[in-house]
């Protein structure tokens, strides 16, 4: 605090110029300005965020890829074409990063899963076991192998 009252002292007085306050008090320029705009510190500023500039566009990339699971796959839309069609018809001024990774995140979360039912020839799958059985009135302990 009394740096900042001499510094800003000296240099409004005219005693020192901004360099040289700059120099001898080894303070940036923008700390000097602020220095020399405020009586006291200013302390600490929250910024507020101001937001994505995706978000009142994110129902529309919904829409598209939504829309994009009933055509065939060839004729789906990438990234590339989603960013182009949101500059082109809704005026969109983001960047092209912020777009793809939001497309990345929503394929993900709706990507489509198959488990293949049928084993193609020379695939084969084989479970091993044992289980306990009774055989007139008998426990006994039996091995078996299941193959498909």
């Known amino acids: 605090m009394e740096q900042w009252v001499e510094i800003r002292r000296r240099v409004l007085n005219g005693e020192m110029s901004m360099r040289g306050a700059c120099i001898e008090y080894k303070v940036h320029w923008d700390t000097l300005k602020k220095i020399l705009t405020h009586s006291e510190p200013p302390g600490y500023r929250l910024r507020v965020s101001r937001g994505s500039k995706l978000a009142p566009y994110m129902p529309v990339i919904q829409e598209i890829l939504e829309h994009d699971k009933s055509v065939h796959h060839k004729q789906r839309h990438s990234a590339k074409r989603i960013f182009d069609r949101l500059v082109k018809e809704h005026g969109y001024t983001g960047g092209i990063t912020t777009v793809r990774s939001a497309v990345l ?44």
């Open 105 to 148: 995140k929503l394929k993900q979360g709706s990507r489509e899963v198959f488990l293949p039912l049928s084993k193609p020839p020379g695939c084969a799958q084989v479970d091993f076991g044992f289980a306990d059985v009774v055989i007139e009135g008998e426990t006994a302990k039996v091995d078996w192998v299941a193959g498909s």
